[in-house]
């Protein structure tokens, strides 16, 4: 079965520090994966996707994730974070629709980003 | 109107009302979701539409019932609910095809529901 860890639940970082945010994934065949932010009272906004190809993937807002599969992680990076940066960060995984999947994605409990002044 | 609508955003609602939370898709997708998502818990997918037929429902009480009349809405039919059922509720929409892919799921802005 397919799953997500984000081990962290808060990290607080300064602004214009980097930034990276840890998910670790469980699935036996290459996943889909995918990073998504929510600010308060929001929905979730997809920030970037991995589905195969190049293991370094740009997304929107200046952040970046990359696949390892060795350790089967994806985690989130951003070089200079910005106080608009403060949300709450999710990784999903999911498989392609056909062999049992239904194509749904699985969603980490979330990692809750504050940054100081 | 652009990408996933919810209406409303925010609800207070007895145990004995009944009410019905929409959702609409302007993104020409073929499959749409329901999540609930509540404190410290992660993200709960309820009901999956996938050309307009239900295709998964993850042992939902049946005071939830799904409705989707066309691939553009979605609605969330509540009766009886129970305190626990406060949450916020996320409907987010795909593109699917039968095999072989999966599309990254837009979602709307939430309807933040207290069931007093």
């Known amino acids: 079965a397919q799953s997500v860890t984000q081990p962290d639940i808060h990290i607080t970082v300064s602004e214009g520090a980097s930034l990276e945010l840890r998910c670790n994934y469980s699935y036996g065949a290459t996943p889909y994966l995918f990073w998504y932010v929510q600010s308060p009272g929001q929905g979730l906004q997809l920030l970037l996707k991995?589905?195969?190809?190049?293991?370094l993937v740009q997304g929107i807002k200046g952040f970046e994730a990359e696949f390892k599969r060795s350790q089967s992680s994806f985690n989130l990076r951003k070089p200079s974070v910005h106080w608009s940066d403060a949300a709450e960060y999710f990784c999903a995984v999911g498989a392609p629709a056909g062999g049992g999947s239904q194509g749904n994605l699985i969603f980490g409990k979330g990692t809750k980003l504050s940054v100081k002044p | 109107e652009t990408g996933v609508t919810q209406t409303p955003r925010h609800l207070v609602m007895g145990m004995t009302n009944k009410k019905s939370l929409k959702c609409e898709q302007h993104?020409?997708?073929?499959?749409m979701y329901w999540y609930k998502q509540s404190a410290k818990k992660p993200l709960e997918l309820m009901f999956v539409y996938s050309l307009e037929e239900r295709v998964e429902n993850n042992s939902v009480p049946s005071r939830f019932s799904p409705e989707c009349p066309n691939s553009s809405h979605l609605f969330l039919h509540l009766h009886t609910l129970q305190p626990e059922d406060s949450a916020l509720y996320l409907c987010?929409?795909?593109?699917?095809?039968?095999?072989?892919?999966?599309?990254?799921?837009?979602f709307g802005p939430g309807t933040r529901l207290t069931v007093t």
């Open positions: 987010a929409s795909s593109q699917v095809v039968s095999t072989g892919a999966l599309y990254e799921q837009y």
């Open positions: 991995y589905f195969s190809g190049d293991t």
């Open positions: 993104l020409g997708h073929n499959a």
